[in-house]
């Protein structure tokens, strides 16, 4: 019973290594959904239940009403408790969030350590219940994608099989955290996996589905943000539209650059350093601007109804530029999503005030610019157009928003990209830690598809000493390559042909062969080693080269525990994989 159950499972991964097994990746997506949905509820009742019992009001956001020197001394112990956290136990891995979610899939697979999981969950809720200037949706995008990715290696799933998991995980997280399952769909797509397949989409689709369905269950269904349907007065607004786009990129440039400097600077000192630092730098903005503690949605509602002075808006916007710009950069392990949608909401209401100050007739309200803003700031810093304009439509329900908040987002991508040279926040964050992140079309599809889906079974594993009659019952099988034995494993690999030939040319010139070598022959030979069945054609293309070998022989394990030869693979069958 046992032995068939290890069959079917062998079977069902086998069938997931391929790019096209839609139906068992759908049905898996459901589940890693539901799985990253659940996660996310029980972290966003653990910090908004702490952070009620606590603050002044029992509001979770009311950072506002607490004390100038608490406001000083809260993030600084907060920053100081995860430096310390960290220190003991995160065996010097420091990196969360997007980011780290961006480099376990460029060069891990998408693995994801249960581990890392805890470390992540906890440090987030110190930053949050300590009035970090960070938001909630980073840590979510991490716990959703490690929820996946656990989920894979948990049945031992194929490597792109566990790729899509992860996909699954940040798009279930996004539309939990914020109620948008389109914006978690493209969120995943566009800024995760940085694809947009058939075979990707649908997993990603159902699982933001299952995911927001889980949050609305236990935490409702109301929008982020409650506001009027709104729509832009007339085509004259345009240009202020334009305006609003080139502030709104350039500030976020601005914030990516000044996040850098951040990274740079501290990185030779210890992260607990770095973490109190962080916690310093959001006390004193704190003593200024207390809306910058925090997640800050209470701040980008009254944003929204115009409840601000612009030399108010002028503070905040600096202080929390200032106070995010130093958390991310001196890594602490929560998110930039929500500081930039806040960030973008009060551009657009200073934007907002200063038109209705100076072209009153010419200008719809502040609130229409404040959604703009959001959307622009979201699309720029983190070089995501399509999931900040989605994010945008599905948090406010206000859809005439769209025409309008695509320039803006346009405007304000390219004002960051192109004329300031700035990669999205997370690209850029990595890069300062040190990773060289890369991706390309070619590893991407190299990505999508497993060894399993490739490989070639019609081989004879064979010692490099053979008689005569070895020689014949091996040709009337009629192989196609033979893995020839040395010192009691795989070392090449050859043509079953090659051998054929020269069997015929002794038998002619000598009159027939007693033994062979097989290591000796004419033939074409090439040096072989193996890799697991799990893994995908990126990494048996990585293997190769590394190990400048030009054949892999693939292994499987039995349930047993033992390593079985499955079958073999060389470049050019990963090269035709690709091209096909």
Not at 135 to 160: I, K, T
């Amino acid at each position: 019973m046992k032995d068939r159950l290890h069959s079917q499972l062998e079977q069902i991964r086998l069938h997931l290594s391929r790019p096209d097994a839609l139906l068992m990746l759908v049905m898996i997506g459901l589940l890693a959904g539901v799985l990253a949905g659940s996660v996310i509820v029980i972290f966003r009742f653990a910090v908004e239940g702490t952070l009620a019992g606590v603050l002044p009001g029992q509001h979770d956001e009311n950072f506002e009403g607490l004390p100038g020197w608490l406001r000083l001394i809260l993030p600084i112990l907060g920053g100081l408790a995860i430096g310390l956290l960290f220190r003991w136990q995160a065996n010097g891995q420091t990196l969360m969030g997007v980011g780290r979610v961006l480099e376990r899939l460029t060069y891990h697979q998408g693995y994801i350590g249960f581990r890392e999981f805890l470390l992540q969950f906890a440090g987030a809720a110190i930053a949050l219940i300590s009035g970090q200037s960070v938001g909630r949706e980073g840590p979510h995008v991490y716990l959703g994608a490690a929820a996946g990715s656990l989920l894979g290696q948990h049945f031992s799933l194929p490597n792109n099989s566990i790729r899509t998991l992860v996909g699954c995980g940040v798009a279930a997280a996004i539309a939990a955290s914020f109620n948008t399952p389109l914006a978690g769909v493209i969120f995943a797509l566009e800024v995760v996996m940085m694809e947009y397949t058939l075979a990707s989409f649908l997993p990603v689709m159902l699982a933001a589905v299952s995911g927001n369905a889980v949050s609305i269950f236990f935490l409702g269904s109301a929008p982020a943000f409650v506001v009027p349907t709104l729509e832009m007065g007339s085509l004259q607004e345009m240009p202020i539209v334009i305006v609003l786009g080139l502030v709104t990129g350039t500030i976020a440039a601005c914030f990516i650059h000044l996040s850098q400097l951040f990274s740079h600077y501290g990185r030779p000192y210890p992260f607990w350093w770095q973490t109190t630092m962080a916690g310093l730098v959001v006390g004193i903005c704190a003593l200024f601007a207390p809306e910058v503690m925090g997640v800050g949605y209470d701040t980008v509602t009254s944003a929204l109804l115009g409840e601000y002075a612009l030399p108010a808006l002028l503070l905040i916007l600096c202080c929390k530029v200032i106070a995010t710009s130093a958390c991310g950069g001196f890594g602490v392990p929560a998110g930039m999503v929500g500081p930039s949608l806040f960030m973008g909401a009060i551009i657009g209401s200073i934007v907002g005030n200063l038109m209705n100050l100076w072209l009153p007739e010419a200008s719809s309200s502040t609130t229409f610019y404040v959604l703009l803003g959001m959307g622009a700031m979201m699309g720029a810093s983190l070089q995501a157009p399509l999931a900040g304009l989605t994010a945008m439509l599905e948090l406010t329900h206000n859809p005439a928003v769209v025409m309008p908040g695509m320039l803006a987002i346009v405007v304000a991508n390219l004002t960051a990209s192109e004329l300031f040279g700035k990669e999205s926040i997370f690209i850029s964050l990595l890069r300062s830690s040190g990773f060289d992140y890369r991706t390309s079309p070619v590893l991407q599809a190299l990505r999508r598809i497993g060894v399993g889906s490739v490989v070639k079974k019609d081989f004879i594993q064979q010692a490099h000493i053979i008689s005569r009659e070895e020689v014949e019952q091996l040709l009337s099988m009629e192989p196609e390559w033979i893995l020839v034995n040395k010192d009691g494993h795989p070392v090449v690999l050859m043509h079953a042909v090659d051998l054929a030939r020269h069997i015929q040319n002794s038998e002619a010139e000598e009159g027939g062969i007693e033994e062979i070598d097989l290591m000796e022959i004419p033939a074409w030979r090439a040096q072989t080693v193996p890799i697991h069945l799990q893994a995908s054609l990126q990494e048996a293309l990585e293997l190769l080269d590394e190990q400048l070998v030009e054949s892999l022989y693939v292994e499987s394990t039995s349930p047993a525990g033992t390593h079985q030869i499955y079958g073999i693979l060389t470049r050019e069958h990963i090269e035709s994989a690709y091209h096909y």
